[in-house]
């Protein structure tokens, strides 16, 4: 008993002369389409190496070593020559000794494996760790393995990060805290590629942790970036004070014009922290973001091609689309930054977007590739600072490339009691694509005007109005909320018939001609209806 003791502690003891304890990690990042890079960090500089393979970990990945500027050192090894699809299995090792668990991860997926793909989409990690923490392993990880066939890692290609990952980039240590070490569930098997906030500071710790695509322009080169993943061209831009440059904005255009010439990209998505609108908190409005939009819009309304951006800073969800462009706008805050709740700062109901809710949650966004490409984009909800939630399916919508546009309207002027309104006649989509919005124009002359941007609005005039209805428009501003207490959102088109409109009293002349419109929800417009309407007819109503 006593020789069979001495042994097991002699096991004990070489097991702890071997261990090391990780600082931070290990994560995944600098993913290509045949390689991927494993990243981690030690108090003290070890003799480690990585270990991996495709079921024994027979393969042998020697790290680079950098020292951080706190002290500590960051290792990068790379695996090489890796098979698209497969799954991998990797370990750090010391002395022979395995010093984490055994981590399976996915190759990235080339055109022949597989006709689809998923990321994650998420911004403002940076106040509260704990709320990261949930939405990371009660939200992401359950909701990739109960909805998929197989494990998280298999169901998920990649995540992206729209800025603010830690509040004070300054501090070393948020990082790890903050942005790390609640996440690390998902980092040892999927490799982000974030954008840089303005809570992410000077740069020099985001950029030490992170070796992202350097594909930039000028000396900045680092801080924005693009890549390609199977029918997608993505865009990292920085839209934070320093680099609001010219030189930016022409690689936008550079990167465009390559994604309009790519013929296997159907779709461009660009990401950055700073929207051009938002609803929750018009502070966070940035002008040069609309700069990159109208590149973005004007690059894809010549080559005939979609997509969205993704923005975060204001620390709610909110979700529109261009009026003219298949085009959608996403905030996908907060996944841990202080909510921005309605009624807590000034706020604006934009006619481009339909909805906004003050709570914390993360997109899952699904491209399709093949005959038919499209994309679907699932906002989730974990709830706010008083109710919590967990995966509550929030907002979903979609885009198809091959998408039949609904029929026009059918315009007639109709005489009530009270007054005179337009009617477009029933909304018919030929594949069942439900109604997503209403654009009326009235003028005294042929051809309206078209307002530009993509941003519609009501002009009060004699010669011209133009107007926009979706087919809900979820904004709760003028809640008042004693004592913080819980609200319910609310829907502003509820209970208003989508295919009316009421006369404009004061438009009054000889004779209006009328056009009229309908959007389904695939984002397609269906032709102008026109329609004239006389002084004999409007005499009836006015």
Not at 129 to 146: D, F, N
Not at 490 to 515: H, Q, S
């Amino acid at each position: 008993m006593i020789k069979f003791t001495l042994v097991v502690l002699s096991l004990f003891c070489s097991f702890l002369a071997y261990s090391t304890e990780l600082f931070m990690g290990p994560y995944l990042e600098s993913q290509t389409e045949d390689s991927m890079s494993v990243k981690w960090e030690t108090k003290e500089r070890k003799e480690m190496v990585l270990k991996w393979g495709d079921g024994n970990l027979d393969l042998v990945a020697k790290p680079d070593i950098r020292k951080s500027p706190i002290g500590t050192f960051v290792y990068m090894a790379v695996m090489k020559k890796l098979a698209s699809n497969k799954i991998y299995q990797y370990a750090i090792y010391e002395n022979e000794q395995a010093v984490t668990d055994t981590v399976s991860f996915r190759a990235r997926v080339s055109f022949k494996d597989k006709d689809v793909f998923r990321f994650l989409a998420i911004s403002d990690t940076q106040e509260h760790p704990e709320v990261h923490k949930r939405l990371i392993e009660e939200g992401v990880i359950p909701h990739l393995e109960e909805n998929f066939v197989g494990a998280f890692y298999e169901n998920l290609d990649f995540a992206i990060v729209a800025g603010d990952l830690v509040n004070n980039g300054k501090d070393y240590h948020q990082f790890k805290e903050v942005y790390f070490d609640p996440a690390k569930k998902l980092q040892a098997s999927i490799p982000y590629f974030p954008a840089a906030g303005n809570h992410d500071r000077d740069y020099k710790n985001f950029l030490f942790y992170f070796d992202l695509p350097d594909n930039g322009f000028g000396k900045e080169r680092k801080h924005w970036y693009t890549y390609k993943y199977l029918n997608a061209r993505f865009l990292s831009i920085n839209t934070d004070k320093g680099f609001l440059k010219i030189g930016q904005l022409a690689w936008v255009d550079r990167v465009m014009r390559l994604a309009c010439r790519e013929k296997d990209v159907d779709f461009v998505f660009a990401y950055y922290h700073h929207p051009w609108h938002s609803e929750m908190w018009l502070d966070g409005n940035t002008p040069y973001t609309k700069l990159v939009m109208n590149k973005m819009q004007r690059h894809l309304r010549k080559c005939g091609k979609a997509g969205a951006a993704f923005n975060g800073h204001t620390h709610a969800y909110s979700r529109g689309q261009n009026a003219d462009q298949p085009i959608y706008y996403v905030n996908i805050a907060s996944a841990g930054g202080n909510l921005d709740y309605w009624g807590e700062d000034e706020q604006k109901d934009y006619a481009d977007f339909q909805k906004s809710y003050d709570e914390y949650g993360y997109s899952i966004i699904e491209v399709r590739t093949g005959p038919n490409p499209s994309f679907k984009i699932q906002r989730f909800s974990m709830g706010d600072d008083y109710v919590q939630k967990t995966n509550e399916l929030q907002d979903e919508f979609y885009y198809r490339k091959y998408n039949i546009a609904p029929n026009k309207p059918i315009i007639n002027l109709v005489k009530d009691e009270k007054s005179c309104y337009l009617d477009s006649g029933e909304f018919i989509d030929l594949d069942g694509d439900k109604y997503q919005s209403v654009q009326w124009q009235i003028s005294t002359f042929d051809y309206p005007i078209v307002a530009s941007g993509g941003v519609l609005f009501s002009q009060p005039s004699s010669t011209f109005f133009e107007t926009l209805f979706n087919h809900e428009n979820i904004y709760n501003g003028d809640t008042s909320r004693p004592g913080w207490s819980v609200h319910e959102d609310r829907d502003t088109m509820a209970g208003k018939i989508y295919n009316r409109l009421t006369w404009p009293k004061w438009l009054a002349a000889d004779e209006y001609t009328v056009r009229a419109r309908y959007r389904d929800r695939g984002l397609v417009w269906s032709e102008w209806a026109e329609q004239n309407v006389s002084k004999k007819q409007l005499k009836a109503c006015l």
